[in-house]
């Protein structure tokens, strides 16, 4: 991915419509149809990019053997999705580098919060 370009795939829409329709997250609360228009927005910026998760933990790009358990499954996956597509997860969970090798950290950004 280009600088300045940004990036959705199946999981990250999924959580952010489950954080948008959350009221304690917003500060009020959403219809699915508002949610879904926000979500619908992103496609129509130039920087958006769709990429789809077809990455797997049969042949992980990110070392695989930092696991430690259940809860350490999905955020891992999303930084496997970005190497395999040249990509960046932005993340505001400072913990997730640290569950990472140090060679693979730079495919997360840490937005602080």
């Known amino acids: ?9 199946p999981m990250t829409e999924a959580a ?9 997250v917003t500060g009020r609360a ?3 149809r508002e949610v879904s228009a926000i979500l619908a927005g992103f496609a129509h910026d130039p ?19 930092v696991l430690m358990g259940h809860q350490q ?11 395999a597509h040249g990509a960046t997860l932005a993340t505001f969970d400072a913990a997730l580098p640290t569950w990472l ?13």
């Open 73 to 83: 499954v999905t955020d891992p996956h999303l930084v496997n999705l970005a190497a």
């Open 101 to 113: 090798t140090p060679a693979d950290r730079h495919h997360v950004l840490v937005i602080p919060t």
């Open 16 to 24: 952010l419509m489950r954080l948008l329709l959350n009221p304690a």
């Open 1 to 9: 991915m280009m600088a300045g370009q940004w990036a959705t795939c």
């Open 47 to 65: 920087r958006w990019r769709f990429i789809p998760d077809d990455s797997s933990w049969r042949n992980p790009l990110v070392d695989t053997s």
């Open 30 to 32: 959403r219809s699915q």
